[in-house]
């Protein structure tokens, strides 16, 4: 399967709720990048965390990445109407050059 | 807040013509790369740029693809006799280091008949 592979593929909250999206990868990485893009736009970026660090946090975001299992997880506390987009996890390797693969993604619908 | 800026936004282009997307990177970052985002599909890595130079390209980066940072400003992605399967949004990314958040413009919708 592919390096950075994101559950579930969609997901239907209501708003407040908190919404939860995971991540796994097959290869050692550097960094683990998680980015949001709305419909027909370009990819914003939501928070990074290195290979070194357990747990990050930004405003209602919290991400968390387990090396051992090669997983990552990103939480949204009380979601809302405006988070509705698809959020991609992106892993980033260097080997000599720099690489950075992304994930399928979620796409996260919040219910108003 | 600096932007990573695209264009065109979309190009139409009949197959086997040349195509060349622009891009301008935010001004201080160092570091460039090209993705492509097929129609319903994930992101996908095309090239990685650095110091004047390719640093990694994926398998879809073929002989079709060059990239160029002509000036201190533009960074391109040219591609030589288009095929219909070219077809996708391209972004530009660029970030201050190898190891740092990429910034990406907006894409170039790029259309082959």
């Known amino acids: 399967s592919q390096q950075g592979e994101e559950d579930p593929q969609a997901l239907s909250i209501q708003e407040g709720e908190n919404a939860t999206m995971n991540c796994s990868y097959k290869?050692?990485?550097?960094?683990l990048q998680w980015y949001r893009q709305n419909s027909g736009r370009g990819l914003v970026h939501l928070i990074l965390?290195?290979?070194?660090?357990r747990e990050k946090h930004s405003g209602r975001l919290r991400v968390t990445l387990d090396t051992s299992k090669k997983s990552s997880s990103l939480l949204i506390t009380a979601s809302r109407a405006a988070d509705t987009a698809s959020y991609f996890c992106?892993?980033?390797?260097?080997?000599?050059?720099?690489?950075?693969?992304f994930g399928a993604g979620t796409r996260l619908f919040v219910k108003a | 807040e600096p932007e990573v800026t695209q264009t065109p936004s979309h190009q139409v282009t009949q197959m086997g013509q040349e195509v060349i997307l622009r891009c301008v990177p935010i001004?201080?970052?160092?570091?460039f790369y090209w993705y492509r985002q097929i129609l319903g599909q994930k992101v996908e890595f095309l090239v990685s740029?650095?110091?004047?130079?390719?640093?990694?390209k994926s398998e879809i980066f073929d002989d079709q693809f060059s990239v160029e940072r002509p000036d201190g400003s533009n960074f391109t992605l040219k591609i030589r006799s288009t095929k219909l399967e070219d077809s996708a949004m391209y972004f530009c990314?660029?970030?201050?280091?190898?190891?740092?958040?990429?910034?990406f413009g907006d894409g170039t919708r790029l259309s082959i008949l």
């Open positions: 990314a660029s970030g201050t280091g190898n190891n740092q958040p990429q910034h």
């Open positions: 290869t050692s990485i550097n960094n």
């Open positions: 965390i290195r290979s070194n660090e």
């Open positions: 992106a892993t980033y390797r260097n080997t000599g050059g720099f690489k950075t693969i």
């Open positions: 001004s201080n970052h160092l570091y």
């Open positions: 740029f650095y110091n004047n130079e390719i640093s990694e």
